[in-house]
């Protein structure tokens, strides 16, 4: 069974640090590509920050030069570092990993989730 659990969430003033932790198990991170969303109320899911299966990150416009994304392989977790955080929504934020497709590919849509961690930053 495929559980990944997100913890390092809470509140933190502008210009703070939090840093994410999303912890694996029943299923290697480095498979496929992985990541982070956030969601605030009323508003779409959103990706943050991602590993692609090559190992290359992507961010948001709007995290670029202040988060940071990693993964330790060897205790299969993911991470988000996130600095200078400014006032905004508050908003749950979502570790996420791309399933396995047929003959060793990975699926454009289908993702386990974690069960999200709240995120509040005030001014």
């Known amino acids: 069974q495929v559980q990944l659990v997100e913890s390092g969430g809470g509140s933190v003033q502008a210009g703070g640090s939090l840093k994410l932790s999303c912890a694996a198990s029943g299923y290697s991170l480095s498979r496929c590509g992985r990541g982070w969303y956030r969601q605030a109320p009323g508003k779409e899911r959103e990706l943050v920050s991602s590993i692609r299966r090559d190992g290359t990150t992507t961010y948001a416009e709007s995290t670029k030069g202040r988060f940071t994304i990693s993964q330790d392989n060897a205790k299969n977790t993911l991470y988000l570092q996130m600095n200078n955080m400014k006032t905004e929504a508050p908003a749950v934020y979502y570790c996420?990993?791309?399933?396995?497709?047929?003959?060793?590919?990975?699926?454009?849509?289908?993702?386990?989730w974690g069960q999200g961690t709240q995120v509040t930053v005030s001014s």
């Open positions: 996420a990993a791309a399933r396995p497709a047929i003959l060793n590919t990975c699926s454009l849509s289908a993702r386990y």
